[in-house]
């Protein structure tokens, strides 16, 4: 079955440190690919996605995720994190290329030390 | 102001009393989802639909029911809610489908006692 693993519950990083959330994912094809974030005040919410094309996508917030094949990996990463980004973000894939069924990760919690 | 509603925010209710989770979007998308999500799961999809009178299954459909029978609503239905139905639901919508910005809801925490 298609499956998505967010290998990392937790991840801590202090301000201004660099950041990359790891996920895989199970599927043959190039799926589509998305990663949201949660956070109290705002929300779930989109911050990029890839179909095709240059395997590295910029999002919102500053935050930018490459997609290799080869790991069946698409992980975000921002050089510098801010108090901000303190939430929870979600690796999510369009179900065998469908563009309307989603799974999702089970999340990775950011906690950003001062 | 572009934006997707749920109500109720909260609803605490007993075993086997039908309740209805209402969702609403002013942005005109013909794509709308609901998704439960759970310690440790992250989100699971209930249904979805690709537009009007048109709905199907997502991977946890059991002891659900929805319908869209208006572009802007798209009701979750529970006939006869179970505890294990306790969860945070949010409803989205896009334009199209995935490959489209999906806009959430606030999210509806449901207990069922």
């Known amino acids: 079955a298609q499956s998505v693993t967010q290998p990392d519950i937790h991840i801590t990083v202090s301000e201004g440190a660099s950041l990359e959330l790891r996920c895989n994912y199970s599927?043959?094809?190039?799926?589509?690919l998305f990663w949201y974030v949660q956070s109290p005040g705002q929300g779930l919410q989109l911050l990029l996605k890839y179909f095709s094309g240059d395997t590295l996508v910029q999002g919102i917030k500053g935050f930018e995720a490459e997609f290799k094949r080869s790991q069946s990996s698409f992980n975000l990463r921002k050089p510098s994190v801010h108090w901000s980004d303190a939430a929870e973000y979600f690796c999510?894939?369009?179900?065998?290329?469908?563009?309307?069924?989603?799974?999702w990760g089970a999340g990775t919690k950011l906690i950003i030390k001062p | 102001e572009a934006q997707v509603t749920q109500n109720p925010r909260y609803l605490i209710t007993v075993t086997g009393k039908k309740l209805t989770v209402t969702c609403s979007q002013n942005?005109?998308?013909?794509?709308m989802s609901w998704y439960r999500q759970d310690p440790g799961l992250g989100l699971r999809q209930i249904y979805y639909?690709?537009?009007?009178?048109?709905?199907d299954k997502g991977d946890v459909p059991e002891g659900y029911k929805v319908s869209r029978k208006e572009k802007r609503n798209f009701p979750l239905i529970l006939e006869s809610p179970s505890p294990n139905q306790t969860s945070l639901y949010f409803c989205?919508?896009?334009?199209?489908?995935?490959?489209?910005?999906?806009?959430f809801g606030p999210g509806t925490r449901l207990t069922v006692l």
């Open positions: 989205a919508s896009s334009l199209g489908g995935l490959t489209d910005t999906q806009y």
């Open positions: 942005m005109n998308h013909e794509y």
């Open positions: 999510a894939v369009g179900r065998g290329g469908s563009n309307y069924q989603l799974i």
């Open positions: 599927y043959g094809a190039t799926p589509y």
């Open positions: 639909s690709m537009n009007v009178e048109v709905t």
